[in-house]
Nanobody, 118 residues
Framework: QVQLVESGGGLVQAGGSLRLSCAASGSIRSIIVMSWYRQAPGKQRELVAAITTGGNTNYADSVKGRFTISRDNAENTVYLQMNSLKFEDTAVYYC????????????WGEGTLVTVSS
């Protein structure tokens, strides 16, 4: 089992910045990828950014150049630095940990709300 706790959401004006944190605990050695997803009202959940244990990253086209995902292995924490925020970035942001135990298992945090005012 992996437990994920997100923090850092809030209200920010367009053009501003926020940093989200996701602290992982439990069977962290089984984690192979950690990601941030988001879900806006009336829309499907979408991948925002991902980082592998080797440090390889992947971003949605809509956030490239504005968001940066990083990880602190010593703290078992993944961060999402969000700059130049836009109204359309408003969503609930979820932390995801993909773990390989016997099979691939996805774990999710409860989500943190990011609201960008225009």
């Amino acid at each position: 089992q992996v437990q994920l706790v997100e923090s850092g959401g809030g209200l920010v004006q367009a053009g501003g910045s926020l940093r989200l944190s996701c602290a992982a605990s439990g069977s962290i050695r089984s984690i192979i990828v950690m990601s941030w997803y988001r879900q806006a009202p009336g829309k499907q959940r979408e991948l925002v950014a991902a980082i592998t244990t080797g440090g390889n990253t992947n971003y949605a086209d809509s956030v490239k150049g504005r968001f940066t995902i990083s990880r602190d292995n010593a703290e078992n924490t993944v961060y999402l630095q969000m700059n130049s925020l836009k109204f359309e970035d408003t969503a609930v942001y979820y932390c995801n940990a993909r773990a390989l135990i016997r099979d691939v298992v996805d774990y999710w945090g409860e989500g943190t709300l990011v609201t960008v005012s225009s």
